[in-house]
């Protein structure tokens, strides 16, 4: 039990160090729940931070990424993944090093479901750095958005599943996480293009970005209004609503939200 609380503590601090967004409405959620969550967003976050490293050349992100999902297929020991790892120990963060303790944070009836997710993210992700992230089309847009953020969606609804048999539509889930992805991609372009990647399909400027944003923010809203559990409403409601007055900042020419405008969001939304 003591060997769980540590890992408890461990997976907590992480996730308040590697999303102050995420770790909000995470830490909302009762026992069980959360370290299903928790769990899934630090693998996620593990193999997103191989993607995202600016320093990592693109074969080598590509062989990780493609290791990952190989070795999370055939079989997860954390001695198989501190071997793939160990070459590259200087260049990855500890979130990346630490993937086979948020596997081991996970409770085992939601396991298999975020190591799914997991590894259709790692191939996907696989794939777009196969492709230099270039995006020429919405379908691209879309096909990119989808692994990095719609699957995650999926997964999160069948978490709910799992957890108390809440049922949602799939393509909401899809937008919902797309949706948030793509606040991002609007609120990052700057930072995006001095690192040499564009998101934006071919011809799309803010105002079409914004519009596609805000049709899946849209689909989310329908999603969340279909859950009736308040502690999974409430996770869901924290990232969109931060999302939506986030694109309002945007449009009005600022970078972000402040730290203020984000506590008296959550606190409208959990005290609804």
Not at 145 to 155: E, P, R
Request: proline content about 3%; aromatic content about 8%.
């Amino acid at each position: 039990m003591m060997e769980q609380n540590l890992l408890h503590k461990k997976a907590m601090d992480f996730l308040l160090t590697t999303s102050r967004t995420f770790f909000i409405p995470i830490s909302h959620l009762p026992s069980g729940l959360q370290e299903a969550i928790g769990s899934a967003y630090l693998c996620m976050r593990a193999i997103d931070e191989i993607e995202d490293d600016s320093k990592l050349p693109a074969d080598t992100k590509i062989f990780l990424l493609q290791s990952v999902a190989k070795l999370l297929q055939e079989g997860h020991s954390a001695a198989r993944i501190e071997a793939l790892f160990t070459p590259f120990k200087k260049d990855l963060p500890e979130v990346t090093l630490l993937l086979s303790d948020w596997i081991a944070y996970c409770p085992p009836g939601a396991l298999d479901k975020v190591l799914e997710s997991t590894i259709e993210m790692a191939e996907g992700m696989a794939k777009w750095v196969a492709k230099n992230w270039e995006i020429e089309t919405e379908a691209d847009l879309d096909d990119y958005t989808y692994y990095v953020a719609g699957l995650v969606g999926v997964m999160l609804s069948d978490i709910w599943k799992w957890y108390d048999g809440t049922e949602t539509n799939r393509e909401q889930a899809i937008a919902f996480g797309r949706g948030l992805q793509t606040v991002n991609i609007l609120r990052n372009r700057d930072e995006d293009a001095e690192r040499g990647v564009q998101f934006f399909p071919k011809g799309w400027g803010f105002a079409e970005m914004l519009a596609h944003t805000e049709k899946n923010l849209a689909m989310a809203e329908k999603y969340c209004q279909t859950i009736q559990t308040k502690d999974i409403l409430h996770f869901c409601k924290i990232p969109l609503e931060l999302a939506k007055a986030t694109l309002v900042a945007l449009k009005e020419g600022k970078e972000k939200i402040n730290r203020a405008e984000v506590t008296k969001i959550v606190k409208h939304v959990v005290d609804q």
